[in-house]
């Protein structure tokens, strides 16, 4: 059986992400095993890592960092052995190089961009960015296969990543400015939306990520 590390390093939408991926899990043939952890041999020996988030960069970094060896799992996880990541919302931010929230805080650096306050052009357009999206653009099938594009999501944020690899974004979205709603590069996937949130298309998602081959 697989096992699916859940990274427990006291973000506020751990439960409702966790139940989610049961969900998701349960409709497969062969369900993974959904583990909640902060244990670094755990994380280091997953089949697959989802990193949940929500707050600011700084303090999800800094909270990650803080757990013994917990960095240096998933740099072993993700990166030497190639298991398949999820980021969620901040956790897909973490994987930026830095984010410029209360000052410059560097990230994972895993895909190349920076993280910063949204700036629509617009008062009406309000930030935090909170409600229902659509993705746009040429939907990366590896994350949202059997999903069309103009499928809605929701999006609950005042900062974003803008990947400096346009390759490596796998949807976008429009808030009074356009920003990637995710991104992924080889093994390496990030979604700005909550699937958990998101109803049956956010069960899709982590559907597919669960039984995604990178």
């Not at 427990?8 to 989610?20: C, E, I």
């Not at 999006?155 to 920003?179: N, P, Q």
Request: glycine share 10%.
């Amino acid at each position: 059986m697989q096992t699916v590390a859940l990274i427990d390093y006291g973000s506020g939408n751990l439960p409702s992400a966790q139940k989610a991926l049961l969900v998701a899990a349960s409709d497969l043939a062969k369900p993974p095993k959904i583990v909640a952890t902060a244990d670094a041999k755990t994380v280091a020996s997953a089949d697959r890592i989802v990193l949940p988030g929500v707050g600011a960069f700084a303090a999800c970094m800094s909270s990650l960092a803080s757990l013994p060896g917990l960095l240096e799992a998933l740099d072993h996880a993700v990166r030497a052995r190639g298991a398949p990541f999820l980021g969620i919302c901040v956790g897909m931010q973490l994987m930026a190089e830095r984010g410029l929230e209360f000052g410059e805080t560097p990230g994972l650096a895993w895909v190349t961009g920076d993280v910063r306050r949204l700036a629509p052009p617009s008062p009406r357009f309000k930030v935090p960015h909170m409600g229902w999206n659509t993705l746009d653009g040429d939907l990366d099938q590896a994350l949202f296969a059997g999903l069309p594009a103009g499928t809605h999501m929701y999006f609950t944020h005042s900062f974003a990543f803008f990947a400096a690899d346009l390759g490596a974004v796998a949807a976008w979205t429009t808030h009074g400015e356009t920003f990637p709603a995710a991104v992924r590069r080889d093994n390496l996937a990030g979604v700005q939306f909550h699937p958990e949130k998101s109803q049956g298309a956010g069960a899709r998602v982590l559907a597919n990520f669960l039984a995604w081959r990178p």
